[in-house]
């Protein structure tokens, strides 16, 4: 499959442990920000978005997490699996813009 | 993958010839976007489009145009392929993109190589 990045920073897990990828995003207007997950071959899959008015938001597994003060964001994946290997990308959207603006990624490794 | 299919998933060519590269939606979004993916610079978007015949410039729009004539349809199309345009590209869609209640849908990617 692509290659998404030639030096990524890479995250391994024991499968079954909690995982958490953090981003640091550029622009402080920024106000609303998703997570991605990209396998290899495939195109970015939507997992979770939280609006700046919030600092915590759930889904399924996955708890995203915003601090605007220090501008990070970050990702917590509940009881990793093999299938949640792949790269992990957080984007940002500002207060003026239809515009996403991507991290470089962070590529999560699950051990067996 | 959200009702998004790009054509062609694959593509050699060479360089100064022109290439189209075509994204179908069947959501109804308004908004739809073009991004190029490389190695070390993650995703850049290229253009997008809010609307029928309605498209704007990315943070890499040279080199690249874009047409949308109908809500389903999003060209790509590189007048004159050059080896730095050789990437994987996406097309996207979204509903609003502004209210932040929305996200953008990817689709599966082309892979174009230039030579």
């Known amino acids: 499959g692509e290659s998404v990045g030639l030096h990524l920073p890479t995250l391994s897990v024991q499968e079954g442990d909690n995982s958490i990828i953090n981003c640091a995003y550029s622009n402080s207007a920024s106000d609303y920000f998703i997570w991605y997950k990209q396998e290899s071959g495939k195109g970015p899959q939507f997992i979770i978005d939280?609006?700046?008015?919030?600092d915590k938001r759930q889904g399924q597994r996955v708890t995203v997490l915003l601090n605007k003060t220090v501008k990070h964001l970050s990702l917590q994946i509940a009881a990793t699996q093999p299938g949640d290997s792949a790269v992990y990308f957080c984007?940002?959207?500002?207060?003026?813009?239809?515009?996403?603006?991507f991290g470089s990624g962070t590529r999560l490794l699950v051990r067996p | 993958d959200a009702g998004i299919t790009q054509s062609p998933r694959h593509k050699v060519t060479e360089t100064g010839t022109p290439v189209t590269l075509r994204c179908h939606q069947t959501e109804n979004h308004r908004y739809m976007y073009w991004y190029r993916q490389d190695p070390g610079h993650g995703l850049r978007l290229i253009h997008y489009?809010?609307?029928?015949?309605?498209?704007d410039k990315g943070e890499v729009s040279d080199g690249y145009s874009v047409s949308r004539s109908k809500t389903e349809d999003f060209l790509l199309t590189l007048e004159s392929a050059t080896s730095s345009q050789t990437s994987v590209y996406f097309c996207?869609?979204?509903?609003?993109?502004?209210?932040?209640?929305?996200?953008?849908?990817f689709g599966p990617g082309t892979r174009l190589t230039v030579l």
């Open positions: 939280i609006r700046s008015n919030m």
């Open positions: 489009s809010y609307g029928v015949k309605d498209t």
């Open positions: 996207a869609i979204g509903t609003s993109g502004r209210t932040g209640t929305d996200t953008q849908y």
């Open positions: 984007a940002e959207m500002g207060d003026s813009s239809y515009k996403l603006i």
